[in-house]
């Protein structure tokens, strides 16, 4: 008997076979679907409706007899048998008006006469059908079994059209039937939405696998083509590459070479390797900018060859034990190591600190300062509290730390004294005053800092004159201005150079002009770009060097600030803020879906008041210029050779690919009175949304850029497994450790290299002449750099020493040599405290 069974056939009951009924195969229709026949008066009692009307045709010339079907014996059914549903495929109906339901059982003597046109008939008489029935009482069937996917009946295209829809349609069929079709689906899609644009950490590696379906959903996608070249910069780090003759990689979509093309091509020069270190860098310009020129070979991977042999000479160069770093330091500044150098040097050993001797930058900042003697060198501490406002004052007496002032119990002032708890003990008396603002405070005349150089190497002291210090205006006139700070034979000295403001008309769309010659050019000595007095060209596109900072000689006195530019007074100190933060959620290189450039922050930098040409700054055009759709830029791609080509591309097309950048709101540091912050408002046309970290973790470059002054977020995006592209003023703490184009992307602050930078290492609109693999070597660098230079016990080190320097000045001398270091340099002294290393 033909069961139910899922629901997919339907139930009747059962009832005895009457004449009138019979299922035949139509022939002209689908093999696999039976059609109802009536060859006689209905039953009257039959409750199947057949109202199809090839169903109630009983001279149809296509009927068969059921011995002819391919599926039914040729013996004659008993009374009361029902052929089993296992005997006849699942049919799908093509009408509508067909049903299914249970054979039901033939009567063994029933005359049937053949159909014409029936199927393998040759006789039109009468015939009997018969089955045989087996020990079990069943029914059996004799006859060949006819495929599930039948094609006999309809030839030529028709037959292949019916047979693809049956393929398609019929498991769309059944789990229709069988199971919640519509639910399950929905069900899917919700979890793919979900993996997609969700930033939880545990659903990232499902959510990066399903990106490929997704992404063209998610904003400003990166462009997911890999140039060839970058394989073939992959297999240059393994040995393999372009000047391998074994290699044969093929650039997608081309076709392999054959053995008789490989033997024509043998015959040819080989094009010159990307990555070899063999390129010739021109000498480095006075600027500190490398000029790139149409048709040569693209000088990045040559700085980045340099930038490796750079760094693993300047840690084979480092004191490996106490004896030779006292000697070094006698060599580079000429006198002896102050007091306590010796437990300073402990300390440093036992936090395994790398650069040992690479403390150029406190020289530099106190030099001028040992031209006063320790009486007037204390006066002139004491003075700045009544000169400047915004300030703390952080004391150490007898090894015992305290602070004072109008900020002493801010953030800042609290970090610093748990930077230096560790060594109180072993460090001088003295009194550090500490700046509130961000930025430098102290601005003097080159020529007045060159004086008290020079007093300073002839072992003189500058005469007391007492307060209130007066600054001594002995540069150019007018004194005023970034020329005043520049000594003479810098290029803002230059003969008939204008220094000037930004003018307020200024868009902040300005673009500066290329070096003529030249299609661009890129940062190749770092400390060199960032002192403005050489690097005059990008003085309008920053805060600090176009207006805000003062442009007037002030008084010579020690203050400690965080950023300080190259032509200021102030000390460097260091700021313990956001080295706490790291990214929980760090994907891999290769799972961070985006190349774009990304970077989000506030309206800081200057005052936005109607007054100054606020759009010219920094972060200004940064927004500006991300957001800017009319108009085309040229950018700087390479080719197979690695050799320069410029391209004109829409900004439209360009920006959405190669930046996610922009300020985000509400507005700070603006004047709401005069209207400013309406302005910006309006001149911006609103600010981005703010992203969370999880989302930032998902792009491959990042951007740091100044804001007030030095940048806080710099150690948690090394951290990272981003690469991070650097565009900055001012040296900091660390720059004399740090390699360019090895540890980070240094990037000019008018940000002309901006694009051309993306074009090498994310490749063009279709990310052709991408080289993703030498980005992925700086950000694995940087890291790595991080976790071994920047680090809390490098901190402390350099605020030790820059502690031991800074008490040696503010100390009397009770003998002569008493703040020098005079003890035994043959014995390694050991730090007898508790070693934190991270």
């Not at 209130?468 to 000594?487: D, I, N, Q, R, V």
Request: proline share 8%; net charge positive.
């Amino acid at each position: 008997m033909l069961s139910s069974r899922r629901g997919l056939w339907p139930k009747s009951p059962r009832r005895q076979f009457q004449p009138s009924d019979l299922y035949r195969i139509s022939a002209h229709t689908d093999p696999f679907v039976f059609v109802p026949v009536n060859i006689s008066p209905a039953y009257q009692d039959d409750p199947i409706d057949y109202s199809h009307s090839s169903a109630r045709s009983s001279a149809s010339p296509h009927l068969i007899s059921l011995q002819d079907s391919g599926r039914i014996g040729t013996n004659a059914f008993s009374q009361g048998q029902h052929i089993r549903k296992e005997s006849f495929p699942s049919p799908l109906l093509d009408r509508p008006g067909a049903l299914r339901r249970s054979v039901p059982a033939l009567f063994g003597n029933s005359n049937i006469s053949n159909g014409a046109g029936s199927r393998g008939s040759t006789s039109s008489g009468p015939r009997t059908p018969h089955v045989n029935v087996n020990a079990n009482g069943l029914p059996s069937y004799g006859g060949a079994r006819r495929a599930f996917y039948t094609t006999k009946s309809q030839p030529g295209w028709k037959r292949t059209l019916r047979l693809v829809r049956d393929v398609i349609l019929r498991p769309i069929y059944l789990v229709g039937r069988r199971g919640p079709l519509i639910p399950l689906l929905l069900v899917l899609i919700c979890f793919g939405l979900f993996l997609t644009y969700s930033t939880s950490p545990s659903s990232q590696k499902v959510k990066l696998k399903m990106q490929g379906a997704v992404g063209p959903y998610i904003p400003q996608r990166a462009a997911s083509a890999i140039s060839w070249r970058n394989r073939a910069s992959e297999e240059a780090e393994s040995g393999a590459g372009l000047d391998d003759e074994e290699s044969d990689y093929t650039p997608p979509g081309s076709k392999k070479p054959t053995e008789a093309t490989k033997a024509r091509q043998g015959k040819l020069p080989k094009a010159k390797s990307t990555l070899s270190t063999a390129v010739e860098l021109p000498p480095a310009r006075r600027d500190g900018r490398l000029l790139l020129k149409e048709g040569e070979v693209h000088p990045i991977p040559a700085m980045m060859a340099r930038a490796k042999r750079q760094w693993k000479e300047l840690k084979g160069r480092q004191s490996k034990t106490f004896k030779e770093a006292v000697a070094e330091y006698e060599k580079r500044y000429q006198r002896k190591p102050p007091k306590g150098f010796d437990q300073w040097y402990a300390f440093a050993k036992a936090h395994k600190v790398v650069l040992i001797d690479e403390f150029d930058l406190i020289d530099k900042d106190l030099l001028m300062y040992r031209a006063f003697d320790p009486p007037h060198f204390r006066n002139r501490v004491k003075y700045t509290s009544t000169y400047l406002d915004m300030l703390w004052n952080m004391t150490v007496t007898n090894g015992v730390i305290s602070r004072a002032g109008q900020l002493e119990n801010h953030d800042r002032a609290r970090g610093v004294e748990f930077l230096a708890s560790r060594f109180a003990h072993l460090l001088p008396d003295m009194t550090i005053m500490y700046n509130g603002h961000d930025g430098a405070r102290i601005a003097m005349a080159a020529e007045e800092r060159a004086r008290l150089e020079n007093l300073v190497k002839k072992g003189e002291y500058e005469p007391d004159e007492g307060a209130p210090y007066p600054p001594k205006e002995t540069g150019p006139w007018p004194h005023h201005s970034m020329p005043a700070f520049c000594p003479n034979g810098t290029a803002v000295r230059g003969k008939d150079f204008e220094y000037g403001w930004a003018s307020m008309d200024s868009t902040g769309y300005e673009m500066p002009a290329p070096v003529p010659g030249s299609i661009g050019s890129l940062v190749d000595g770092f400390k060199q770009y960032i002192d403005v007095c050489d690097s005059p060209q990008y003085r309008h596109f920053h805060a600090t060097t176009s207006w805000v900072y003062p442009h007037h000689p002030t008084p010579v006195v020690p203050l400690f600030t965080p950023g300080v530019q190259t032509t200021f007074g102030d000390v460097h100190s260091l700021i313990v803020e956001q080295l706490e933060l790291e990214a929980k959620h760090d994907p891999k290189w290769e799972e961070r879906p985006f190349s774009s450039l990304q970077w989000r922050g506030q309206t800081s930098g200057p005052l936005w008041e109607k007054t100054s040409p606020w759009r010219t700054t920094q972060r200004a055009r940064l927004h500006l210029l991300s957001h800017q759709e009319s108009g085309t830029r040229n950018i700087t791609l390479t080719d197979e050779d690695d050799k320069m080509r410029l391209v004109e591309v829409p900004n439209f097309k360009l920006n959405p690919l190669f930046l996610d950048t922009g300020m985000v709101g509400p507005a700070v540091q603006c004047v709401k009175e005069d209207g400013t912050c309406d302005e910006m408002q309006e001149v911006f046309q609103g600010y981005d949304k703010r992203i969370s970290f999880d989302r930032a973790a998902l792009y491959k470059y990042v951007l740091d850029v100044d804001g007030n002054s030095w940048s806080g977020r710099f150690r948690r995006l090394m951290l990272s497994n981003a690469a991070v592209v650097k565009a900055t003023i001012f040296p900091e703490f660390w720059t004399d450790w740090a390699i360019p184009w090895l540890h980070f992307i240094p990037m000019q602050v008018d940000y002309s290299d901006m694009w051309d930078i993306l074009a090498f290492f994310r490749g063009g609109i279709n990310g052709e002449g991408a080289h993703d693999a030498l980005g992925k070597q700086i950000a694995m660098a940087g890291k790595e750099w991080v976790r071994s230079c920047y680090r809390w016990a490098d901190l402390e080190t350099y605020q030790f020493r820059l502690m031991l320097e800074y008490g040696r000045l503010y100390n009397d001398e009770t003998e002569p040599g008493s703040k020098d270091f005079n003890g035994d340099t043959s014995i390694e002294p050991v730090w007898k405290g508790e070693v934190k290393l991270e």
